[in-house]
């Protein structure tokens, strides 16, 4: 049985985070984690996996956080689970679906691609923040923007995401404010490379492989997550 989850399941959803092997980011929320989004759990007797589902502005649907007990893999929990939240997504019309895995994590990726994402974009992420004095506002480029580990393509009249530009280095930014003290932070996405002057500060930048090579000041990779994949399903067919 596949049920959106309550705070009663939380014990249980903080356990199996902690046992996935993954950067427990979840566990160190607490309870909050369940305050935005949908999460669901997979439910045989007892929960075995869960999933969370975010509504984006982009008429997108975003998944994360699967996880699974340990003893309960390779029974097809990932997959109910996946395959329930793609069609609660449709149901609701979004168009797309969206997933970030971790470009190590060769199960999720695997999972991922059998069902049906493809690869869209393959990210960098630094740590650090970026003074915006000296660039001049923007459109907003038509590609994948972080608004907080979940990326949109937000077209030029979307209001939370500020674009920016200084000859030829473009960024947009998105300041994260949940009243939450880890998950609040400023994310920046590069679209063109030039020479950035990175200050330290609670900020997260997510630079595209293509633009890496072309991009420099940038020092700090991110602790346990510095490289993943943004894959994308189409939900209309």
Not at 182 to 201: A, N, R
Request: glycine fraction near 10%; proline fraction near 3%; aromatic fraction near 10%.
């Amino acid at each position: 049985m596949i049920r959106v989850a309550s705070e009663s399941d939380w014990t249980d959803i903080s356990r199996i985070s902690a046992a996935s092997g993954y950067m427990d980011y979840i566990g160190n929320m607490g309870p909050r984690y369940l305050g935005f989004g949908e999460t669901y759990v997979f439910q045989d007797v007892q929960i075995q996996g869960f999933c969370k589902l975010e509504v984006l502005p982009d008429h997108s649907v975003h998944l994360s956080g699967l996880r699974v007990l340990p003893e309960a893999r390779r029974r097809g929990v990932a997959m109910e689970l996946t395959r329930y939240l793609l069609d609660s997504g449709a149901r609701r019309g979004c168009r797309v679906a969206r997933i970030l895995v971790e470009s190590g994590n060769n199960a999720s990726l695997y999972l991922s691609r059998k069902i049906g994402f493809t690869e869209v974009e393959h990210f960098h992420f630094f740590q650090g923040t970026i003074d915006t004095r000296s660039f001049s506002r923007s459109v907003n480029e038509p590609s994948y923007h972080d608004i907080g580990w979940k990326f949109i393509l937000p077209g030029e009249s979307e209001s939370d995401v500020i674009s920016f530009k200084r000859g030829g280095v473009k960024f947009s930014t998105f300041s994260e404010d949940r009243g939450d003290e880890i998950m609040d932070t400023v994310h920046y996405t590069i679209f063109s490379g030039g020479h950035l002057e990175i200050q330290d500060g609670k900020g997260v930048i997510s630079v595209p492989e293509r633009c890496l090579g072309s991009t420099t000041g940038l020092y700090r990779p991110m602790e346990g997550f510095s490289e993943a994949f943004l894959l994308e399903k189409d939900l209309t067919q």
